[in-house]
């Protein structure tokens, strides 16, 4: 089963032929969509995505980059959603030490407190993680939660295994379509196939074959070809790997 595990359905670079983009996805194989909330703004958006269509999981959270436009009391509104069991992953959380305009305490502070959320609740978590591995890491081994997915993952060998360690996949895609993206390449290539998910971060992070456009679920097909090819393993064994990975994730979610 083909699980795009994680894109932005809901963004608004969708707005305008969200229903053709999903069937053209369907058509190229795609038979389930993880769709992380950003911020509390696109809770709703993300839950009524997941209601009218049976092949898209919900996941709800408050991404690094929208802590500084974010109140103390939207935690308190996604507690509220995931006590009424209204998503299956608490996410897109995170830490983003890329981005230099962000106050790196205020992520922190958010992050921390949407872990213990997810232990609370026993939710698996969708993680952002840009040149803050260690950081993340540290409060993860620290507030310990039912594993989840180390989204665009993109650090060594070594922080690879400390994420499988703690229950995580990782997760690839449109990175691996460069020639120059080599460690990231030998990661998809070397991993244990149990380890990793597959992705596109759609409408962002677009493949090489893509550049300057907006990236569309319908490339996770490609993203799977170009895996097993790396890999040697053959289309239906990285399909079937995959999407049981995500499923495992999820508390075996599949969708309808």
């Not at 039912?146 to 922080?159: D, K, M, T, Y």
């Not at 090489?208 to 569309?216: F, K, S, T, Y």
Request: charged share 25%; glycine share 10%; aromatic share 6%.
């Amino acid at each position: 089963m083909l699980i795009d595990s994680h894109v932005h359905l809901d963004a608004a670079e969708f707005a305008p032929d969200r229903d053709e983009v999903m069937r053209a996805a369907r058509a190229a194989g795609v038979q389930g969509f993880v769709v992380p909330a950003v911020d509390r703004g696109s809770f709703a958006a993300v839950r009524a995505l997941a209601a009218a269509h049976c092949d898209v999981c919900p996941a709800l959270g408050i991404h690094p980059l929208y802590v500084m436009d974010a109140h103390e009391d939207d935690l308190e509104r996604l507690d509220e959603h995931l006590a009424r069991g209204e998503a299956r992953a608490v996410g897109e959380i995170g830490l983003d030490h890329f981005v230099t305009d962000i106050d790196p305490a205020r992520q922190l502070d958010f992050f921390v407190a949407q872990l213990r959320l997810a232990r609370r609740h026993d939710l698996p978590v969708i993680l952002h993680v840009r040149r803050a591995v260690d950081a993340v890491l540290k409060q993860l081994r620290r507030i310990g939660v039912r594993g989840g997915i180390a989204h665009a993952f993109n650090g060594s060998r070594q922080q690879a295994q400390m994420f499988i360690d703690l229950g995580f996949r990782l997760g690839f895609g449109g990175a691996m379509s460069f020639a120059g993206s080599s460690r990231i390449r030998e990661l998809a290539r070397t991993l244990p196939l149990s380890a990793i998910v597959l992705e596109t971060d759609a409408p962002d992070m677009a493949p090489a074959w893509g550049q300057g456009e907006r990236n569309l679920p319908a490339n996770l097909a490609r993203y799977a070809a170009l895996l097993a090819e790396l890999r040697g393993n053959s289309l239906e064994e990285v399909v079937g790997t995959t999407g049981r990975n995500v499923r495992e994730v999820l508390g075996g979610w599949t969708p309808g």
